[in-house]
């Protein structure tokens, strides 16, 4: 269970894992309105995007180009990462 550190109000289980892909990874306290980081939907924006890395690897061995094979090994988690996790940390 996630703890405000300024208030000690407690963020529910199910609120962490609410999809924004356009919010920082920060979860806003209900209570009081202080950014916390949400460490789970960091850990499991990094499972998927391995496994798209994974998935991208077997797809480019399947391409007869290196550089198509490339471009895609590490083009599309990369625009994954990017997209759908927006690190803007600035308070």
Do not use: Q, W
Not at 5 to 23: E, L, M, P, Q, W
Not at 62 to 78: K, M, N, R, Y
Request: hydrophobic fraction near 45%; include cysteine; charge should be positive.
């Amino acid at each position: 269970m996630k703890i405000c550190a300024r208030c000690g109000h407690s963020v529910g289980f199910i609120d962490r894992f609410k999809v924004n892909f356009d919010k920082k990874p920060m979860l806003p306290c209900s209570n009081c309105g202080a950014e916390l980081l949400n460490k789970d939907k960091l850990l499991s924006h990094s499972i998927v995007t391995g496994i798209i890395v994974v998935a991208s690897l077997y797809l480019g061995g399947l391409l007869d180009s290196e550089l198509l094979e490339f471009v895609v090994a590490v083009g599309i988690p990369t625009v994954y990462f990017v997209v759908f996790l927006p690190l803007n940390t600035k308070r």
